[in-house]
């Protein structure tokens, strides 16, 4: 390669970045592993080799902001390469699957090899989610000094705190001790949290709401009531004023996590989800449709959700509250070449949520996933 040759050039029908305000048809060229150029105006690039998708969509790598990869050590785990980076997601954040006991072991076994990029949401419980029933079941699980600890011997390959005070997690266990803990460690180590509701009937929305701060994130924000954000049919009070002092809202779809009438109601409201997620796991392995972020996504925009906004929710807002928005969930020179290639499909199966209810409006779909400049096939 001479040194006014690049290693690949991507031509696409639209290439859209969020950051940058970005919609086209254009060309993103890249050499070793980072973005090199991007524009309308690439006619005269030279490149190794160049692909073309005049019918496609480019994005920045798309950003999970929960799902569970993991190889060993989780019963939600997932093989991240085959399950998320073939299927367009260049960076997830796993969502509890490991705690301080087997913090080590995920980080040898699935973070380290994974051409995936991977953040971690550490559990709050010290098993992560390693045992059969609820990873709160005990209180003393919920170890506060060695989840600190830790977290501090980490550096940024640890994001934050997950913690899940849904009955499932927590069985008979106050679910208001559990939060406790996890904010003494979040106040410890300057994290954020990435919080999993209980049902309002148990807590009031609003006591729970109160104890979050700017940059923590609510996931599973769209299930049916009375178990989401929607109740007797609209937005609460409580949750705007939430927002508006920086607490942030998360999809987490999930098996049970996303209602399309709750989902229509908040769009409707002008209370869109900053950021989609697929909280793809285990039972989803072989599901027919695949369940993916893209289809997530695409769930979202039937709802009502702008397509740019939608495209931004999985690109440049997670890499951003992710902390990686320098490197990652923009098309910029200089930044990592993790690059989407996506693809409308208008006759896919129908999008479904959680209770099977359907909506018209077909799906995205991947065509090509580039991580660090180095194509990766579609599943």
Not at 50 to 74: C, Q, R, W, Y
Not at 123 to 146: H, I, K, R, T, Y
Not at 172 to 180: E, F
Not at 211 to 223: E, I, K
Request: proline share 7%; charged share 20%.
């Amino acid at each position: 390669m001479s040194g006014n040759t690049h290693e690949l050039l991507i031509r696409a029908g639209r290439v859209y970045c969020a950051q940058n305000r970005f919609d086209a048809a254009a060309a993103v060229a890249v050499s070793n592993g980072r973005i090199t150029a991007v524009g309308p105006h690439l006619a005269e690039i030279v490149a190794d080799r160049e692909l073309n998708f005049p019918d496609a969509v480019l994005l920045p790598g798309l950003v999970d902001l929960h799902a569970h990869p993991a190889i060993t050590g989780s019963k939600y785990g997932i093989p991240p390469d085959t399950e998320l980076l073939n299927r367009g997601v260049t960076t997830v954040l796993s969502q509890g699957d490991a705690g301080g006991n087997n913090w080590e072991e995920y980080r040898r076994t699935t973070l380290l090899p994974a051409r995936t990029r991977i953040r971690m949401a550490l559990n709050l419980s010290a098993l992560g989610e390693s045992m059969p029933g609820g990873c709160f079941e005990d209180l003393a699980w919920a170890d506060v000094d060695q989840c600190v600890a830790t977290i501090e011997s980490s550096g940024d390959e640890i994001w934050g705190i997950a913690v899940n005070v849904s009955r499932i997690a927590c069985g008979k266990t106050d679910p208001r001790a559990v939060m406790d803990r996890a904010l003494q460690v979040a106040a410890q180590t300057e994290r954020p949290i990435l919080y999993g509701m209980r049902d309002p009937r148990d807590w009031p929305l609003e006591d729970q709401l109160s104890q979050l701060r700017s940059g923590d994130v609510v996931t599973y924000c769209f299930r049916a009531e009375p178990n989401g954000i929607v109740q007797n049919g609209a937005i609460p009070g409580c949750l705007r004023a939430a927002r508006e002092r920086g607490v942030l809202f998360d999809v987490g779809h999930g098996m049970a996590s996303f209602d399309f009438s709750v989902a229509e109601t908040a769009l409707a409201a002008g209370f869109p989800p900053d950021t989609i997620s697929s909280d793809q796991y285990a039972r989803h392995i072989g599901s027919k449709p695949p369940h993916d972020l893209l289809r997530t996504m695409s769930k979202l925009i039937a709802a009502g959700m702008p397509e740019p906004e939608a495209f931004a929710a999985v690109t440049s807002r997670p890499a951003d509250i992710l902390r990686l928005g320098d490197e990652i969930g923009q098309l910029t020179p200089g930044a990592c070449a993790d690059l989407s290639v996506i693809q409308f499909n208008a006759n896919a199966a129908p999008l479904t949520d959680t209770q099977s209810v359907p909506r018209p409006g077909g799906c995205w779909e991947p065509l090509l996933t580039i991580r660090a400049g180095q194509q990766i096939l579609p599943a």
